[in-house]
RNA sequence: GCUCCUAUAGUGUAGUCCGGUUAAGCAUUUUGGCUUCUCAAGCCAAAGACUCGGGUUCGAAUCCCGAUGGGAGCACCA
């Protein structure tokens, strides 16, 4: 064993880690160590003395089956396994509220949610988070379902948490009358400072016919403020979580799918606890904002005697200087710094769709992500990298120039050419008329001399005869293709212009960008024409790009 | 302020539960090479990490204690 350490670390090995070794696999020697160790260093010093050939000789003649190569170990695939999981048994959810665009955030707990269920052949629930009337709203609630359905998220259940109002009404006062609820009718300050001071107000000792009563009274008379449900949890607690919290609430807001039904709503701790219990929920994962609030869940729960799911966390997803949330994007769009909720420069599923991200690119990229609750500034160059893969093989190759110049070649032999449309893949050829008038890149001008030759792509080598503003040149029969500028070109006579919109990072830390949105004017061939809005192009030596209409492209990556 | 969570290369992670067969694996990034009628893709190679300080142990990324950095919560939002 020594010998073969030796060998592979370049003819030299020492004794701890030889110790190690014979210590790790071979545990029955670990009551033996301090003799075995005296043997292993006399070992080793022998086989230290050793050239690294006669090391290998010793070990050709000896132990020949140390030369096989090692098997590497194989990582683990996929989302680490549940604890307590059943095959077959395991139900994961998605409740989303519908208060505004998805984004990226959303697509990590769907997607995390959703392959746990497939993983152990369980199922999988949407279920829409309405409980605030005053947020929420059909536009949403619509938004997030074409997102899901974009990156390809299927559901075995869909429902809404107002599904069951009846239930947290029947529920809530089972908790009032068991006395681990109590209406407060304290002013919201108060109830503030009491929670920080951790001290009980005088609602708390109120008795069980009062409380019902003021339920009663939350119905008609009182008005949203005037009294809210509190759990009874423990004042003294350090998660101040668990400082008795609202459990319902006052809201007159017309709810986006019951009208004014309803009027006192359940909160996010009354509702989730509820909804996962009774759903089946076995495991619930959500981001880590939330982690102070499984306590509470599970005690909630247990007042009520309902079975509890295991709950895990994960750290939210966010991309360096691309803002996820509303507070910041609504003023924006206000402001006219962005145009929408699909701005290619957002993080929204919008917006990533537009700029030409695939979703099996996200749902990779949140793969490797891991479920780790370590803080992650994700960079946005890790998506691109899973996309690029992705794309790269159904991308059309398109010529495209930008800061264009004109070229003017004589002798032309042909007056169309045939190109392919992608190197590798079949996807058939196109034909691009020529008249000896094109437009090349200004990027490439620049480089160009008079009297060099260049290669226009997929047509044959021109020699330059007069360089400036304009370039001139004639063509050259067979022109060898080694060592020479291969550069794109368009017909002038044919150019289509399109706008070119390139994406950068809307916020500089918490400056806003403003030269976040390139836009270029660019000179494609009118084969752009002929694809469909939506289809993914690689313009040939400048990147990926979206086609977002038929005048304009969005950069989506090199 | 109080409470909780967290810490592995430039970045994102695997390994940590159960210390040794991993002098730390993968991806991305960067650089070089091969290939190529693209500066793409593909292939090959190089570079680069266990936050710090103690302790336990023959042996610590892994267990314990402390410090420090980062994040979250302390809403009648979810």
Request: charged letters at 30%; glycine letters at 6%; a negative charge.
């Amino acid at each position: 064993m020594a010998l073969q350490n030796a060998f592979e670390h370049g003819g030299e090995t020492r004794d701890k880690i030889i110790l190690g070794k014979i210590l790790g696999t071979k545990p029955e020697f670990r009551s033996k160590v301090k003799e075995i160790s005296v043997n292993i260093s006399e070992i080793v010093s022998a086989v230290n003395q050793l050239s690294l050939e006669e090391q290998e000789i010793e070990i050709k003649e000896n132990f020949p089956e140390i030369l096989i190569p090692k098997e590497k170990i194989v990582e683990r695939e996929g989302l680490p396994e549940l604890k307590d999981a059943e095959q077959g048994k395991v139900i994961t959810r998605f409740p989303p509220e519908p208060n505004g665009y998805p984004h990226i955030g959303h697509a990590k707990a769907a997607i995390i949610n959703s392959e746990y269920a497939k993983m152990y052949g369980g199922k999988f629930i949407l279920r829409m988070d309405d409980t605030n009337p005053e947020a929420e709203r059909m536009e949403y609630h619509a938004a997030i379902k074409v997102g899901l359905e974009w990156l390809g998220i299927e559901f075995d259940i869909v429902k809404s948490t107002s599904d069951d109002m009846e239930l947290f009404y029947e529920k809530g006062i089972e908790l009032i009358n068991s006395g681990k609820a109590y209406v407060c009718t304290c002013k919201r300050e108060d109830i503030s400072k009491n929670r920080r001071e951790r001290k009980a107000c005088k609602c708390s000792r109120g008795d069980i016919e009062k409380n019902n009563k003021n339920w009663e009274k939350m119905n008609d008379k009182f008005k949203p403020g005037d009294a809210i449900v509190r759990f009874r949890g423990d004042m003294k607690a350090d998660n101040a979580v668990m400082r008795d919290p609202v459990l319902f609430r006052i809201i007159e807001g017309k709810h986006y799918t019951l009208g004014e039904k309803y009027r006192i709503w359940p909160s996010y701790d009354m509702a989730v606890a509820i909804e996962d219990s009774i759903d089946g929920v076995t495991h619930a994962y959500r981001s880590k904002e939330f982690e102070l609030r499984k306590e509470l869940i599970e005690a909630i729960l247990d007042a009520l005697n309902m079975r509890k799911p295991a709950q895990g966390f994960f750290s939210r997803l966010e991309f360096k200087g691309m803002p996820i949330s509303k507070r910041i994007i609504k003023p924006l769009i206000e402001e006219g710094k962005v145009t929408w909720y699909d701005d290619p420069r957002l993080p929204t599923l919008e917006g990533l769709r537009r700029r030409g991200i695939k979703p099996e690119a996200i749902r990779k990229f949140i793969m490797s992500l891991g479920l780790t609750k370590a803080n992650t500034l994700a960079p946005f160059d890790a998506l691109e990298a899973f996309n690029r893969k992705f794309v790269d093989a159904d991308s059309i190759r398109l010529f495209m120039v930008s800061n264009a110049k004109k070229l003017s070649v004589k002798n032309l032999p042909i007056s169309s050419v045939e190109i392919s449309n992608h190197p590798i893949n079949d996807m058939g050829k196109r034909t691009i008329d020529i008249d000896g008038n094109f437009y090349i890149s200004g990027e490439d001008a620049q480089t160009i001399k008079e009297g060099s030759q260049i290669r226009l792509l997929g047509l044959g080598n021109i020699h330059i005869t007069k360089q400036g503003i304009e370039f001139e040149g004639e063509f050259v029969e067979n022109g060898d293709t080694k060592d020479i500028p291969k550069i794109q070109w368009v017909p002038q006579k044919t150019a289509h212009e399109i706008k070119m919109i390139i994406p950068k990072t809307l916020f500089n830390g918490d400056e806003f960008n403003e030269d976040s949105l390139e836009e270029l004017d660019v000179y494609t061939e009118p084969q752009y024409l002929q694809l469909k809005e939506g289809e993914e192009i690689q313009f040939v030596r400048f990147g990926y790009c979206r086609k977002d209409s038929q005048n304009q492209a969005i950069f989506t990556h090199k």
